[in-house]
């Protein structure tokens, strides 16, 4: 089982729509969590922290459930644009604060 | 703002080959990484510097070395290229490994064929 895992998608959705991403991790050490954005063929850019209370930005809500060891993303009023990876992405600060990856959604957004 | 540069941008290589990509930060981070990104794998750690003069194995350290020339560069080297080795490769910096809510800053990645 992977430490970090992500329905790998596609996820096909008209522009308007909201759509949400899943993400589980393993190991109770992780600390500090984000998600990063990567477009086809360019580098991973982050696109936001993900904090305890849930935090907003925009368009864009992410949550963290420690208990269950899960994170999600919202994408509301979803745009041409959002059209990426999107990367799960935990810190173990237990193993001198490496990320680890998960595998990506593929969010594919449609006129 | 360059942020994390990385060169060269594309390289084919012959099968025994060496070369080294080099990677230079302009943020005055402490902690620099090498990361390979192949199909159906995600993102690997191959090699981190937590701090200049320090370097540490990743997940897939075999057939690289690197290097922490100073606080700004870090380097990866193939000595002998392997098909093994075709991938994309980003170089990543941070303030400060295992400081808490510290993102990782990304090159923009080199694209390397080993024929």
């Known amino acids: 089982r992977k430490e970090v895992e992500q329905d790998p998608g596609p996820f096909n959705v008209p522009e308007g729509a909201t759509v949400a991403f899943n993400c589980t991790y393993s190991n109770s050490a992780s600390q500090s969590f984000f998600w990063y954005r990567q477009d086809c063929r360019k580098e991973p850019k982050l696109l936001m922290s993900v904090y305890s209370s849930g935090n907003e930005d925009g368009r864009f809500t992410a949550q963290l459930n420690r208990a269950s060891q899960y994170i999600s993303l919202l994408i509301r009023d979803s745009k041409l644009s959002d059209s990426a990876t999107y990367l799960c992405?935990?810190?173990?600060?237990?193993?001198?604060?490496?990320?680890?990856f998960g595998q990506g959604t593929e969010l594919s957004v449609k006129p | 703002n360059a942020g994390v540069t990385q060169t060269p941008k594309f390289q084919v290589l012959k099968t025994g080959q060496s070369m080294t990509l080099q990677c230079a930060q302009d943020m005055n981070h402490n902690s620099m990484y090498w990361y390979r990104q192949d199909p159906g794998m995600g993102l690997r750690l191959i090699y981190y510097s937590a701090s200049e003069g320090t370097t540490d194995k990743g997940e897939v350290p075999n057939g690289y070395n690197v290097s922490r020339l100073n606080k700004r560069e870090f380097s990866l080297r193939l000595e002998s290229a392997a098909p093994s080795q075709t991938s994309v490769y980003f170089c990543?910096?941070?303030?400060?490994?295992?400081?808490?809510?510290?993102?990782?800053?990304f090159g923009d990645g080199t694209r390397l064929s080993i024929l």
């Open positions: 992405v935990v810190n173990r600060l237990d193993q001198g604060g490496k990320l680890i």
């Open positions: 990543a910096s941070s303030i400060r490994q295992g400081a808490t809510n510290q993102p990782q800053h």
